[in-house]
Structures are given as structure tokens and as C-alpha cells.
């Protein structure tokens, strides 16, 4: 079965500044889709950025970007000039290839603070 | 506006006491999903439907039942809830399949004593 992992349960970052947010998975697919969602203190869950295995080009959302690895599966958000309403819970999640299963994996999620 | 909604959103009940917990969705989607979060173990998929005829398990169906009828409703079922199914519990839709955007409702804070 696939499995996200997000090895950082907890990340902070000053204003202003740039920071990474890891996530590592598992599978034998060769074309899947990746996704980074954003879960403020209000619960209300976001997508941030979504990512296709078969595109070289790493997506990009205003300050959020990611590094997408193939070969070493991972799948790393970075998040430019940090403001105070980026602090959340962020989770990454996995959903095979197109025809295949529906099912979404997501990992446990790192939560960001940032400082003022 | 576009919405998913989730009613109730905080439910206290005991343990073995039916109970629905109802999602809607306003946006004409054909995908809706469950799911559970608890703390440290992030979101895990209960069941899926990618219509109002196809309906599949997730990663942790046990203890839940589904009911795809028509398109805009998901209720999620819980016949005999107990204490480990106390959890926050999320709706989901897309427009066509788990590719898509999932846009979340608010959540359901579901205690069961």
C-alpha cells in the first residue's frame, strides 16, 4: 500500500522567511499525483499546490513551490516570504494513476507557527 | 457560494447509539469522500463514491456504512459508534475523480462516550 511521510511533526519560520516542508512516499506507480493541502486553526481544509508524476516542471502557486524528486519520491513544499497566515497544519497526499484506485493517502501532517 | 456541508458539526453520543452524520455539496460534483482526523495520525480515507453508483472503501471503513443516493448527499453511518471512532470527521468533494481539487466541509467533532 501507499504511504506519505512527513518526518517533521512540528516546523517554525520568522516572518518573512523561507521554509521547507518535507514529505517522502512510497509506490511503484510511475505516474500519480501529489498534493499539498493547507489546514489553518479553523479547520477548513485547502489545497496550497498539486503536482502530476508525468510533468517534469515543478508546480508553483505565488510564495508556494515545490521540489518534486521522482526518483528519489519526495515531494518537498517550499513556502517564499512567510506571513503570518501561513501558520497551519499542511498535509501531503498521494492518489495513484488515472483508470487506478481513487483513494487519496495523506500523511500526519507538520504544523507550521510563524513568528512575528 | 460554493459549499460542503456537514451537519451536525460537534455530537456527543454514547457508545452502541445510531447516529448520521449528513454531507452536502452544492457544486454538482460527482466525487465525495469521508474522512477521519486524529492527532497524529493526519487524514485517513474512510470510504469514497465516485457516483451515485459506485461507492468504495478507503484505508479505514470499519465500523462505518455510506449511502450515495443522490448526487449532492454523502451521509456517513455510524450503526453501533464506539469510543475509537471519536474523531474529527471531514466531507469532501471533487468535481470528477480524487485528481481533482477536494474541496472540504467544516468538520465534525464527534465524541463518542
Known amino acids: 500500500a501507499q504511504t506519505v511521510t512527513q518526518s517533521q511533526p512540528e516546523m517554525s519560520v520568522q516572518e518573512a522567511e523561507t521554509v521547507t516542508l518535507s514529505c517522502t512516499y512510497d509506490?511503484?506507480?510511475?505516474?500519480?499525483?501529489l498534493f499539498w493541502y493547507k489546514q489553518p486553526p479553523s479547520r477548513q481544509m485547502i489545497l496550497v499546490i498539486r503536482?502530476?508524476?508525468?510533468?517534469?516542471q515543478n508546480a508553483t502557486e505565488n510564495r508556494f513551490s515545490v521540489n518534486f524528486q521522482k526518483a528519489a519520491k519526495s515531494f518537498s513544499l517550499k513556502i517564499s516570504d512567510s506571513q503570518l497566515g501561513d501558520a497551519a497544519m499542511y498535509f501531503c497526499a498521494y492518489r495513484g494513476p488515472e483508470g487506478g484506485s481513487e483513494k487519496l493517502v495523506f500523511g500526519k501532517g507538520t504544523k507550521l507557527t510563524v513568528n512575528p | 457560494e460554493a459549499q460542503v456541508t456537514q451537519n451536525p458539526r460537534y455530537l456527543i453520543t454514547v457508545t452502541g447509539k445510531k447516529l448520521t452524520v449528513t454531507c452536502s455539496q452544492n457544486?454538482?460534483?460527482?466525487?465525495m469522500s469521508w474522512y477521519r482526523q486524529d492527532p497524529g495520525l493526519g487524514l485517513r480515507q474512510i470510504y469514497y463514491s465516485m457516483n451515485v453508483e459506485v461507492t468504495d472503501k478507503g484505508d479505514v471503513p470499519e465500523g462505518y456504512k455510506v449511502s450515495r443516493k443522490e448526487k449532492r448527499n454523502f451521509p456517513l453511518i455510524l450503526e453501533s459508534p464506539s469510543p475509537n471512532q471519536t474523531s474529527l470527521y471531514f466531507c469532501?468533494?471533487?468535481?470528477?475523480?480524487?485528481?481533482?481539487?477536494?474541496?472540504f466541509g467544516p468538520g465534525t467533532r464527534l465524541t463518542v462516550l
Open positions: 457544486m454538482n460534483h460527482e466525487y
Open positions: 509506490t511503484s506507480e510511475s505516474d500519480y499525483y
Open positions: 503536482q502530476e508524476a508525468y510533468k517534469q
Open positions: 469532501a468533494s471533487s468535481l470528477w475523480t480524487s485528481t481533482d481539487t477536494q474541496y
